[in-house]
């Protein structure tokens, strides 16, 4: 009956732990992958003490490479903020898109991301209330013709009309 009782405490324990572990990986799912550390001021310090345009942005696409997986969405968003100021004439597309792909794959459940990154937000709908007071449909206004910018004839200088009599 002894060895019943402490098999039935060592599965109980054993079944406690693997749902521990669950939880543990399922917290960690949403961190960055363990690895190099991602220090955002090694970045900048690599950005900004780099002269020759081309080293710099080699070697910033090497750093994001190897070590913006290891990033968070929001040091990543800190070095796309920065990234004309600290990358200058280097910075290019290349860059702005493997930052933007590395905020994207590291973030997860925002619903407002692609937004957020890729444009505005859709306009919303109008209300009810708008669409009732105008009989359910809305107004289309015609295009009007250009504005009149000066009604004055052409000048002969300074953008003052020409004096009309003589002093």
Known sequence: MTS???LAAL?????????????DDAKSAKKPVAGK???VGEFRALAMTTHDPAQRHA???AWLRDTG???????????RNNRPTWLGTSDSLEIATLLDRLIESNESGDKNLVADLYGSKPAPKPSSETASAEGGNLRVVPPQG??????????SGYGYPPVSGTR
């Open 4 to 6: 019943r009782l402490l």
């Open 11 to 23: 599965l109980g324990l054993a079944a406690c732990t693997a749902h521990a572990a669950e939880a």
């Open 37 to 39: 550390p991602c220090i």
């Open 59 to 61: 070697r910033s696409l």
């Open 69 to 79: 997986r290891y990033c968070s969405v929001e040091k990543l968003k800190v070095i």
């Open 146 to 155: 250009p504005a009149i910018v000066n009604s004055y004839p052409p000048t």
